[in-house]
Nanobody
Framework: QVQLVESGGGLVQAGGSLRLSCAAS????????VGWFRQAPGKEREFVAG????????YYADSVKGRFFISRENAQNTVYLRMNSLKPEDTAVYYC?????????????????WGQGTQVTVSS
């Protein structure tokens, strides 16, 4: 069992930045690949970024490539999502999720444990 807690969301103006954190319980965090997903009102949950269990490989949705950066500190059981140049269309609830294995797939069904989400609102 892994428990995940996201933090760092909030209200920011377009062009601004935020850093989301995903803190995990347990001592086996380095067994899990981690993904960040988001869900806007009336839309399906979509993959944003992922990082392999080692942290060597990262993956990004085309819509955030070059603006968002994912990283992890396994010693701290934490994954971060740095979001720069935010746009109003980035407004959503952001979730982190983990899956046992090396690769962070884009499919939400690949993930076993999810956090409760943190709201990100970007004003124009």
């Amino acid at each position: 069992q892994v428990q995940l807690v996201e933090s760092g969301g909030g209200l920011v103006q377009a062009g601004g930045s935020l850093r989301l954190s995903c803190a995990a319980s347990g001592r086996t965090f380095n067994r899990y690949a981690v993904g960040w997903f988001r869900q806007a009102p009336g839309k399906e949950r979509e993959f944003v970024a992922g990082i392999s269990k080692s942290g060597i490989s990262t993956y990004y949705a085309d819509s955030v490539k070059g603006r968002f950066f994912i990283s992890r500190e396994n010693a701290q059981n934490t994954v971060y999502l740095r979001m720069n140049s935010l746009k109003p269309e980035d407004t959503a609830v952001y979730y982190c999720a983990v899956r046992e294995g090396g690769t962070a797939y884009a499919s939400a069904t690949s993930y076993s444990y999810w956090g409760q989400g943190t709201q990100v609102t970007v004003s124009s």
